[in-house]
């Protein structure tokens, strides 16, 4: 079965990670071994959580965030500070945005429109050798971002979804720039996709003759302003393709989408402070007979969970940059599987 998450830029619907093989069980991380007869469990957490805030604020990686007037763009700029990392003042926007200035953690961020784009970003890089750029810009500016950020030279996280995905690998493969290129940056929904599609591969039928009943409850705002709303929906095509293959019928009952504030408020449960941004997936399996039902769900609240793991694949990028890694473009399967996370 081919992977409907493996990244071929052959294919225009297969965009942000390679799937797991079955039969990958290698994990790579680096071994410890601490004694537990005279340490607390308060004592090892305090310790874990020492050195691994000490490693990434070491790092001391300077990060460009393009699109920060969104509030994508913001919420990278808070996890990153939060991370130690160094937040270059400068940041590209729309031509309307031109000389504005943005204050996010403190620091005023000047935004620059399209003109001149080129020199500014490379005597940034000259300022900043180790700089990463991270995109959470739109879907029309994807594919002109990256040829600028590879035309540089400079490492980038490309968060934004849309473009042309084909023209966008290719141009980092001919430009020799590393990349992390994923328009899911959540690393937890990144793994329950990888988990649903190792239960496709390896348990295909295992729910033959259940029907699907598909409810999202949704408000966008979470991904506009500056950045790119098809994560949310992609992710749920995914998710179908895979319970449809262990039900084998192929076969979906209906698709629910719940729009109106006051049920999802009352029915869905979304806390009210969310309403205005949140995306909450619901996957209910039922038998034929009625007496047996599976439900599956991810919700999000907010956009830290996209920003935590922009940071991570910031930090990873970082690394590998650093290493002098063969391999160039990596996905969220990627940084996942590095086991280095914060």
Do not use: W
């Amino acid at each position: 079965m081919v992977s409907l998450l493996k990244v071929n830029h052959q294919q225009h619907f297969a965009v942000f990670f390679s799937g797991i093989r079955p039969n990958d069980r290698t994990v790579h991380r680096k071994s410890s071994f601490i004694s537990m007869s005279s340490t607390s469990p308060t004592t090892i957490q305090h310790l874990h959580s020492t050195l691994s805030s000490s490693s990434n604020h070491n790092l001391d990686i300077p990060i460009m965030v393009n699109g920060c007037s969104g509030k994508m763009g913001k919420a990278v700029i808070k996890a990153a500070d939060s991370a130690g990392l160094n937040i270059v003042p400068l940041s590209f926007g729309s031509a309307v945005e031109n000389g504005k200035t943005v204050q996010v953690c403190g620091k005023d961020i000047l935004i620059h429109g399209p003109d001149d784009r080129e020199n500014v970003l490379a005597s940034v890089f000259d300022e900043h050798p180790n700089l990463v750029v991270v995109d959470y810009t739109v879907p029309t500016a994807v594919n002109d971002n990256a040829e600028l950020y590879c035309k540089v030279g400079v490492p980038f996280v490309m968060g934004t979804t849309g473009g042309d995905r084909d023209r966008l690998y290719k141009t980092v493969e001919d430009s020799k720039v590393y990349a992390v290129i994923s328009p899911q940056m959540g690393k937890q929904v990144v793994a329950f996709l990888a988990a649903m599609e190792i239960m496709a591969e390896q348990f295909p039928g295992a729910f033959s003759g259940y029907s699907l009943q598909v409810s999202f409850s949704l408000n966008l705002g979470i991904f506009l302003g500056g950045e790119d709303g098809g994560s949310s929906s992609f992710n749920s095509l995914i998710l179908i393709s895979f319970l449809l293959m262990v039900i084998s019928s192929y076969h979906l009952d209906q698709i629910q989408m719940i729009r109106d504030p006051q049920r999802q408020l009352e029915m869905v449960g979304v806390p009210e402070e969310h309403l205005s941004g949140h995306a909450f997936h619901m996957y209910h399996l039922t038998s034929p007979d009625q007496t047996v039902s599976f439900e599956f769900q991810h919700n999000v609240c907010g956009r830290s969970i996209y920003a935590e793991g922009t940071v991570d694949a910031v930090i990873f990028l970082a690394k590998k940059v650093q290493s002098k890694a063969d391999k160039l473009i990596y996905n969220m399967i990627d940084v996942l599987r590095e086991g280095n996370m914060r």
